[in-house]
């Protein structure tokens, strides 16, 4: 996003890219496309944030939604891993990238120094628990609040605060949990829409993290919770674990949002029911999913531009600035130590290139991102 939106075109500054992606890293739901959205919202308004939603889900929320219509036809005696052998290196490549990229605009002093080694040593340790993510946020951005010399506090008027979106986002939460469960209790022959849709809203209105976090919930929700359930009970929402994990190393590769893995979910879990209510699920996933995110945002994000204008808030600013990089070296580091580059192996030598390959083009050169996903995709397919 700062090579695209800041840098090659002016469509907003490396600062306000930096405090947007700040500011949705304490919100739960998809980071990048809350951004994206904020970045539409900048440019022309709540039509131009809502078009720019829309055209940044599509093409992974169309492709994963058509996978799960071709899963069936895979055979499952095949090793699909192969092709995406590199992809996992190539992530490491992007996140190192985006770490460098942010880390001249945000680490500028002592303090921010300190912040960024104490989030990513923090970060590294707790990575597979969610709240890690906020709580770095929140006390990084105290730290820095503790001095009030360098920008003292001038009058402010209060604002009228808009509580539309957010009253609407509740009424969703309710209104989706009591008729679920009410299904639920039941056994309503045709519950299975209602209960994906809940379980959808709900997890990305809970989810701190990114997809990363949303990925194994779903595997519990979906994949290993229902084991519990009697067989015969058909109307639980179910998805095969074989499957489930196709669809999660699936999402890996597509261009877009890793929150796309809720149109996959949504197909799978209405397969059975028919072709038309399995699209119908597919858009249950997309819709259940994102919406939380982007009604989180646009209400929260006119009271952020209020909140700047106090000094308390500026002053914070650099602290969770500082924070998010450390978060995303630690992020890096977390997933280099899954990849295999030093034991010894033929194919470890080349998830080094990979890498390495990777944060050269992205730092040096114009090649944009798909050709490199495509590329890697190709390497794994040959070797």
């Not at 889900?57 to 895979?74: D, N």
């Not at 960024?116 to 820095?144: D, E, H, K, N, R």
């Not at 309503?188 to 919930?217: C, Q, T």
């Not at 893995?261 to 799978?268: L, P, Q, R, Y």
Request: aromatic share 14%; net charge positive; hydrophobic share 50%.
């Amino acid at each position: 996003m700062i090579k695209t939106f800041a840098r090659q075109t002016p469509y907003i500054t490396e600062e306000e890219l930096m405090e947007y992606n700040a500011f949705c890293s304490l919100l739960p739901g998809a980071s990048s496309t809350q951004i994206l959205t904020l970045i539409g919202y900048k440019r022309g308004g709540l039509p131009l944030a809502i078009l720019t939603l829309l055209v940044w889900i599509a093409p992974a929320c169309v492709l994963m939604g058509a996978l799960s219509f071709f899963i069936p036809y895979l055979d499952k005696n095949t090793n699909h891993n192969d092709l995406f052998r590199f992809i996992p290196a190539m992530a490491v490549g992007f996140l190192a990238y985006a770490s460098v990229a942010v880390f001249g605009v945000s680490i500028r002093n002592t303090i921010t120094w300190v912040i960024m080694l104490v989030c990513t040593a923090a970060t590294y340790y707790f990575f597979q628990f969610p709240w890690i993510f906020p709580t770095l946020i929140v006390l990084s951005g105290v730290v820095t609040n503790l001095s009030r010399k360098r920008i003292p506090q001038k009058e402010i008027k209060p604002r009228k605060i808009k509580w539309g979106n957010i009253w609407l986002f509740v009424f969703i939460f309710l209104f989706a949990g009591a008729l679920s469960e009410t299904a639920r209790k039941n056994d309503w022959p045709d519950r299975k829409p209602i209960n994906l849709f809940e379980n959808m809203y709900r997890m990305g209105s809970l989810v701190f993290g990114g997809g990363h976090v949303l990925m194994p919930l779903m595997y519990e929700q979906f994949s290993v919770r229902p084991e519990a359930v009697k067989a015969e009970n058909r109307n639980v929402v179910r998805i095969d674990k074989e499957e489930m994990m196709t669809g999660i190393g699936m999402v890996r590769a597509m261009p877009g949002p890793v929150f796309s893995i809720g149109s996959f979910t949504g197909g799978m879990a209405l397969r059975n029911e028919g072709p038309f209510l399995q699209v119908v699920g597919c858009i249950i996933g997309t819709v259940g999913l994102f919406l939380p995110s982007v009604l989180l945002v646009l209400f929260f994000f006119p009271i952020w531009n209020n909140l700047k204008r106090y000094a308390a808030i500026y002053r914070s600013l650099e602290g969770i600035n500082a924070a998010v990089v450390g978060i995303m070296i630690a992020a890096t580091f977390f997933i280099a130590k899954d990849v295999s580059m030093f034991d010894g192996r033929s194919y470890s030598l080349v998830n080094i290139a990979v890498l390495v390959g990777t944060f050269c083009l992205l730092h040096f050169t114009r090649v944009i991102s798909p050709v490199i996903v495509a590329a890697c995709l190709l390497l794994g397919y040959l070797l």
